[in-house]
């Protein structure tokens, strides 16, 4: 289990504290994770609690307290792994209103994704919702600077560089799954996409020429 699962599923069980009396923990998760304003437990808390969870785990996050914030962070993935964020519409999807959590499987006939949230049913928990509710998944990445390996990697390197690489390749958009240092297939197709997005020799080997792109798009 990621991280950042094993953070948010401590928290399950949290809940509001009904009358005027505010649970102090729903407050916590506000205030540590710059949402200064929230003093109480009924401010929808849905994206402040997935904010919070992504601070501790030193992650990209909107900050914002709207759940469709987060279709503008991280990188969209059609193959969503648990932890990842997944943006539901509520209403409908034309409406600003939403909800958000931490994708961890969908049901057996695939109509329901099951989500790690809070405020699900006034508390931390894990939930079911319509698959055709789902707005996006969103892959999240590291809020500190990425320091790109240099030399030459190819499929069936393994290590910290790989890594490095992997965690590169999904903040621009080129998806590879969960950052294991293992340099497999699909970290192959994505050196692959993003040599021939920069006209580069497409061999799926990561050098110079692909590092320097790579760096052009992380800093535009």
Not at 167 to 181: K, R
Request: hydrophobic share 35%; net charge neutral.
């Amino acid at each position: 289990m990621s991280q950042l699962l094993k953070i948010a599923f401590q928290e399950l069980g949290v809940k509001e504290i009904a009358g005027a009396e505010d649970n102090p923990t729903i407050v916590k998760y506000a205030h540590e994770s710059s949402f200064d304003w929230v003093n109480d437990d009924e401010t929808p808390w849905c994206s402040i609690f997935v904010s919070w969870v992504a601070m501790k785990c030193d992650l990209k996050r909107s900050k914002k307290a709207n759940a469709r914030s987060w279709l503008h962070v991280g990188s969209n993935t059609s193959n969503p792994e648990p932890g990842d964020v997944v943006v539901f519409w509520r209403e409908s999807p034309e409406s600003w209103k939403g909800h958000v959590g931490f994708f961890t499987g969908y049901s057996k006939d695939a109509t329901r994704v099951y989500c790690l949230g809070g405020n699900q049913g006034n508390q931390v928990s894990l939930s079911a919702y319509p698959t055709d509710t789902v707005l996006g998944f969103r892959k999240l990445q590291s809020s500190t600077m990425l320091n790109l390996p240099d030399g030459v990697l190819k499929k069936g390197n393994t290590g910290d560089k790989v890594k490095r690489l992997q965690e590169a390749l999904n903040m621009a958009d080129y998806p590879v799954g969960t950052a294991d240092g293992d340099f497999g297939p699909k970290t192959e197709r994505a050196v692959k996409q993003l040599q021939a997005n920069g006209r580069l020799k497409v061999d799926g080997v990561y050098g110079l020429k692909t590092k320097d792109f790579l760096i052009s798009i992380l800093n535009e």
